[in-house]
């Protein structure tokens, strides 16, 4: 805390007035200017670890935070007079092109700011062939081919065969799920009138709008956890979902089973890190 006060001095001429100012001591985090995390793999993290001292004689509370494709942890915390912590700091970007952004410490005292920066880039993973074709199957049959997906990096990938072609598609679905999953306001009234007669008859009765509003949360959280993976009635694809070693490949199964004598297509997006 600063403290401000006036030493006065009169004499029969003149009156003096002595300001008085003491600055409290303040915590004090070092942290550097920036922070650049150079080229890294699109859809990958890649991560920095910081070491930041208290330089101060006192404690310090701080609480950390950034924007996206950039996160860090832990986000808040206490770090005592001379003390030290590791802060990791982690770049996951979803786009390739250069990033930039700001990583923000407040100590309720002042705001430090560290620019962050990087480049994400593709590598050399990618599929085979970028179509298939089954041969002709009977009905209630099932006929199937092969195809690869070929990691040339020098990390290890992670591949899913998507139903939609990007994350924000994604959401948009998701969105309109849990939408339809909140229900009108007609269903908790009745539920509400029901649960009132219940009282009435026997004394008691369970929260039934807890108990709803309880199940529509569960739901709804379902939806949001849903990883969006291919699936599909005619083509199935194995496996859905895995990792690929450096110079290394994964072998992928796609099935055919007609339900009728129809000629079929469908298309599978494959979100590779990196």
């Known amino acids: 805390q600063d403290y401000v006060h006036e030493l006065v001095c009169i004499t029969a001429r003149e009156r003096i007035v002595v300001p008085i100012r003491a600055i409290g001591a303040k915590a004090i985090l070092d942290f550097p200017d920036q922070l650049d995390f150079s080229k890294c793999p699109v859809k990958y993290s890649s991560q920095k670890t910081l070491v930041v001292r208290n330089v101060s004689h006192r404690a310090a509370r701080y609480q950390l935070s950034t924007q996206s494709p950039f996160f860090v942890v832990p986000a808040t915390g206490t770090l005592g007079a001379g003390d030290s912590m590791r802060v990791t700091v982690g770049f996951h970007p979803l786009t390739t092109g250069d990033h930039s952004g700001w990583l923000c410490c407040n100590t309720g005292e002042e705001s430090i700011h560290t620019k962050l920066h990087g480049e994400a880039v593709d590598l050399n993973i990618g599929l085979s062939t ?34 939609f072609p990007t994350e924000e598609d994604e959401n948009e679905v998701k969105r309109r799920q849990c939408h339809l999953l909140h229900l009108p306001s007609e269903v908790w009234l009745e539920t509400l009138m029901e649960e009132k007669e219940i009282r009435k008859v026997k004394g008691f009765c369970e929260d039934r709008i807890a108990l709803l509003r309880n199940m529509v949360q569960e739901e709804v959280a379902k939806v949001q956890e849903d990883p969006m993976l291919f699936s599909n009635d005619i083509f199935f694809i ?29 298309v599978a997006y494959c979100n590779i890190s990196g």
């Open 130 to 163: 970028n179509s298939v074709e089954v041969e002709k199957t009977f009905i209630t049959m099932s006929n199937h081919t092969t195809m690869f997906i070929k990691n040339r990096s020098n990390i290890t990938a992670h591949f899913q065969w998507k139903t």
């Open 238 to 266: 194995e496996p859905v979902e895995g990792e690929i070693g450096p110079h290394c490949s994964a072998e992928i199964k796609v099935t055919f089973k007609p339900l009728e004598a129809l000629e079929y297509q469908s």
